[in-house]
């Protein structure tokens, strides 16, 4: 006999997927008349290394994530441990998040967060919605990386990683 399936709580869901420790991300893009949108995001993940692709999700309805989809082309810049106040930023509604900001463009002149830890510059290869999110794989076109540390994010609570000793690799793009 099947297991009978019973609603789960938002909240529950929330607070158990917390459990599940991810870094921290910016994804910006720009519309055509080169108006800058982000959100800050860490469900994150890599999908294929050939070709390579990743896939990130946006809230359904947010500005940024039309502009994601409307404009076809993305940067994810994901933040070290330094930028928790990047995240903060990024994540707040209703703001223009690059107020005051210095906007660095990427070489497919997508806006790219000052200092990341690294950044991916991807072409959106498909979209869809997926419950209260937008679903968005991105072909990556351009990756740059620095030393440094990443930012965490764990039960709702910005977080270093651990350096377990491993020798820092060197400045490429």
Same mark, same amino acid.
């Not at 210095?102 to 200092?115: F, S, T």
């Given at each position: 006999?099947?297991?009978?399936?019973?609603a789960v709580d938002p909240m529950t869901m929330r607070r158990s997927m917390g459990r599940f420790a991810t870094g921290v991300a910016v994804v910006t893009t720009q519309t055509p008349d080169g108006t800058p949108h982000g959100m800050t995001v860490n469900s994150l993940t890599s999908v294929s290394l050939d070709p390579p692709l990743?896939?990130?999700?946006?809230?359904?309805?947010?500005?940024?994530?039309?502009?994601v989809t409307g404009a076809g082309r993305f940067a994810v810049s994901i933040l070290s441990a330094?930028?928790?106040h990047l995240a903060?930023?990024?994540?707040?509604?209703?703001?223009?998040?690059f107020a005051g900001l210095e906007v660095i463009r990427g070489r497919h002149r997508v806006p790219v967060i000052p200092?990341?830890?690294?950044h991916?510059?991807?072409?959106?290869?498909?979209?869809?919605?997926?419950?209260?999110?937008?679903?968005?794989? *991105?072909?990556?076109?351009?990756?740059?990386?620095?030393d440094g540390q990443p930012l965490g994010f764990l039960g709702g609570r910005f977080g270093d990683v651990v350096d377990? *000793?491993?020798d820092p690799a060197p400045w490429f793009c």
């Amino acid at each position: 006999m099947a297991p009978t399936s019973t609603a789960v709580d938002p909240m529950t869901m929330r607070r158990s997927m917390g459990r599940f420790a991810t870094g921290v991300a910016v994804v910006t893009t720009q519309t055509p008349d080169g108006t800058p949108h982000g959100m800050t995001v860490n469900s994150l993940t890599s999908v294929s290394l050939d070709p390579p692709l990743l896939l990130v999700c946006l809230t359904t309805g947010a500005r940024s994530t039309d502009a994601v989809t409307g404009a076809g082309r993305f940067a994810v810049s994901i933040l070290s441990a330094r930028q928790e106040h990047l995240a903060l930023r990024f994540a707040r509604r209703g703001e223009d998040h690059f107020a005051g900001l210095e906007v660095i463009r990427g070489r497919h002149r997508v806006p790219v967060i000052p200092d990341a830890f690294a950044h991916l510059e991807c072409d959106v290869e498909r979209h869809f919605t997926a419950g209260d999110h937008v679903v968005v794989i *991105g072909h990556v076109r351009h990756v740059c990386e620095r030393d440094g540390q990443p930012l965490g994010f764990l039960g709702g609570r910005f977080g270093d990683v651990v350096d377990r *000793g491993h020798d820092p690799a060197p400045w490429f793009c």
